[in-house]
């Protein structure tokens, strides 16, 4: 998306929640951090004449997404999302869904088994409530600390992913179930079929709600909703 908006001559800044240390490189400015709920974000957006807003935060970003959808009302700036079209469950898989995170927890309670565990990690602490289980943890940036579970295995990666190396991943740990959140597109979709080839089921966490909002699923879509050139974008 932003390497689109470069090449279209589009002013933009791109803006990462900082949950990563080491952020890729963008085709346009960047600036990490929040904004201040959906006052700041309104006032952002007012001060710098940003015109259109393209939201394109991860799937289950709930409060992000919610905080751009008010912040552009109440400042008049027309808003898209561009979000990866969910997984569809495939003839061979066994998903089993639960709503979120709470839901995922809850699930696991039982016998000890090897888990792939990729829900991102702000979330990892709340699985340290079903510490008889081993977790197989693939993060983007090395741990600062302990990471809570008594029996794990950090693999430090950053996507996409190929189907390849996931089967291979999910093999050499002997995992027996994957547990996911449904993000859509196609980085880290291989985990998933790596699973279904594997004849292994798969924990599916169901993606939250959103508001009504103006949905895209690939860049030339959005691209044509902007529509001209000379606007100055929020992305």
Request: aromatic share 6%.
């Amino acid at each position: 998306m932003c390497d689109a908006v470069a090449e279209a001559g589009l002013a933009g800044t791109v803006s990462m929640a900082g949950r990563v240390d080491r952020p890729a490189p963008q085709g346009l400015p960047m600036r990490v951090g929040g904004f201040g709920g959906v006052e700041g974000l309104a006032r952002y957006l007012q001060d710098h004449g940003v015109t259109h807003v393209v939201d394109a935060t991860h799937p289950f970003a709930a409060q992000m997404s919610g905080n751009a959808i008010e912040a552009c009302a109440h400042a008049g700036v027309p808003l898209i999302a561009l979000t990866r079209a969910p997984w569809q469950a495939q003839a061979g898989d066994r998903w089993k869904h639960v709503p979120d995170i709470a839901g995922a927890v809850s699930a696991l309670e039982g016998k000890p088994k090897r888990i792939m565990l990729a829900v991102g990690r702000m979330h990892l602490s709340a699985f340290v409530a079903n510490p008889q289980h081993f977790y197989l943890l693939r993060l983007v940036d090395p741990p600062d600390g302990p990471m809570g579970f008594p029996d794990c295995q950090v693999v430090v990666d950053r996507g996409p992913f190929t189907l390849e190396a996931d089967r291979a991943l999910l093999e050499a740990y002997g995992i027996e179930l994957v547990v996911s959140k449904n993000a859509g597109g196609t980085g880290a979709q291989a985990k998933i079929i790596a699973a279904r080839e594997l004849g292994l089921p798969v924990l599916m966490i169901d993606r939250p709600p959103t508001a009504n909002r103006f949905e895209a699923h690939s860049v030339d879509d959005v691209m044509r909703w902007l529509g001209h050139v000379g606007t100055d974008l929020g992305v």
